[in-house]
C-alpha cells in the first residue's frame, strides 16, 4: 500500500516538536542534576576532608594568630600571650563538625549576606603554613542560629550553625589562658600575706593578713597570724586562690604604672613564691595587676576570692 509523502510544512512542525522535547528535556535534567548535586553537598561537611588533629595554626579576622608546636601560643598586637589550649581544641572540633546546611547563592552576590567588606575570617593552617582553609563568615540570620559563610575562592554561599561564630566577635582574651596559678594545686598552697588595705566600690574593706595553713582539730585551716584566729577549712578558700582566673590581660597601651594599693604573697610547698602587686582601679571597677611577668585586670567583685577578711 503506497503511503502519502510528508509534505514539507509538516515535516517542519514534527522537527520543531522534536527539537522542542529535546530541549524541554535537557533544562529538565540539567535542573534536576544541579538539585542532586546541591542535595548532596547540603549534608556534606563545610571543610571537605579537615581532621582538627592536622591544624598547627590558626589565624582569626580580628587580629589573633594562634600557633602550635608542643602546646598552643596567643599572639596579638605583637605580644605574645599563653593559649587556652584546652579552648582552642574544643573549637577546632567544632569548626570539624559544621555542615553545608543550606545553599543560599551560587551567584557570588555577597551584600546581602554580609559578605562583601567587613566580614569575619577563620584561616587553618597546616605544617609549613599550608593553608587548609579560609573562611569567611558573614551575617547571621533573623532568628541568630545560622550564619553565612563562604570559602574564599568560591561563589557558593552556605549557611551553617552559628555557635562557633560568636567567638569571633570577642577580644583576645577568649583564646588566652587567664588563669593566674597555673599547674598549681591547692595542696602546694602553705601560706598568704597581704600588706595592705583595700576599700572597693561598695565599701568591701580588705585589710592585712598572714594566712598560714596548719591543722586544728584534725582538719586543715588557715591561721592569721596577725589575729591569732583560724579561719574556714581549707578547701573552701584556698581552692578559689590556686584556680583563680584573672578578668583579661592589660594591652601595653593600658600599662601606664597604675601605682600600688598592696602586695599579695604565695608561699608553694616547693620553697617557691608568687607575687601579685594590686595597683589602682579604672573606670570599670577593675584593678591593674602584675606578677611580674604578666600584666593584667582583677575585677572588684573577684578580689574576695584573692584577699581574705
Known amino acids: 500500500m503506497n503511503q502519502k509523502p510528508i509534505d514539507y510544512r509538516t515535516k517542519v512542525t514534527l522537527l520543531g516538536a522534536l527539537l522542542g522535547l529535546l530541549s524541554l528535556t535537557a533544562i529538565l535534567g540539567w535542573t534536576f542534576s544541579q538539585q542532586v548535586v546541591t542535595n548532596r553537598q547540603s549534608s556534606e561537611p563545610l571543610f571537605a576532608g579537615f581532621q582538627p588533629n592536622s591544624v598547627t595554626g590558626m589565624v582569626l579576622g580580628n587580629g589573633v594568630t594562634l600557633t602550635k608546636t608542643d ?6 598586637q605583637e605580644k605574645s600571650f599563653p593559649a587556652a589550649s584546652t579552648r582552642i581544641e574544643a573549637y577546632l572540633t567544632t569548626l570539624g563538625s559544621l555542615k553545608r ?7 557570588g552576590e555577597a551584600k546581602a549576606f554580609g559578605l562583601d567588606q567587613g566580614f569575619q575570617t577563620v584561616q587553618l593552617l597546616g605544617p609549613g603554613n599550608q593553608i587548609l582553609a579560609d573562611l569567611q563568615v558573614g551575617a547571621v540570620n533573623d532568628q541568630g542560629t545560622k550564619v553565612a559563610v ?4 568560591q561563589s557558593e554561599i552556605w549557611e551553617t550553625d552559628a555557635g562557633f561564630s560568636r567567638s569571633l566577635q570577642l577580644d583576645f582574651n577568649t583564646w588566652a589562658d587567664l588563669s593566674l596559678f597555673p599547674g598549681k ?3 602546694d598552697l602553705t601560706r598568704i600575706t597581704f600588706d595592705s588595705r583595700i576599700e572597693t566600690t561598695d565599701k568591701t574593706v580588705f585589710s592585712p593578713f598572714d594566712l598560714v595553713r596548719t591543722t586544728k582539730d584534725g582538719k586543715s585551716v588557715w591561721e592569721d597570724r596577725l ?34 594599693l598592696g602586695t599579695l604573697t604565695f608561699y608553694w610547698s616547693d620553697g617557691s613564691t608568687s607575687m601579685v602587686t594590686i595597683g589602682a582601679s579604672d573606670g ?4 591593674r595587676a602584675t ?10 567583685w573577684a578580689l574576695g576570692q584573692l584577699l581574705y577578711r
Request: proline fraction near 4%.
Open 284 to 287: 570599670q571597677n577593675r584593678y
Open 185 to 187: 594545686k591547692t595542696a
Open 101 to 107: 546546611e543550606r545553599l543560599v547563592t551560587r551567584s
Open 71 to 76: 602546646t598552643w601560643n596567643l599572639l596579638f
Open 291 to 300: 606578677d611580674g611577668t604578666r600584666d593584667f585586670w582583677i575585677n572588684d
Open 227 to 260: 589575729t591569732k584566729v583560724a579561719t574556714e577549712p581549707l578547701a573552701s578558700w584556698a581552692d578559689s586562690v590556686t584556680g583563680f582566673r584573672f578578668g583579661a590581660f592589660a594591652l601595653p597601651e593600658q600599662a601606664s604604672n597604675p601605682g600600688t
Open 150 to 153: 563562604r570559602l574564599a575562592g
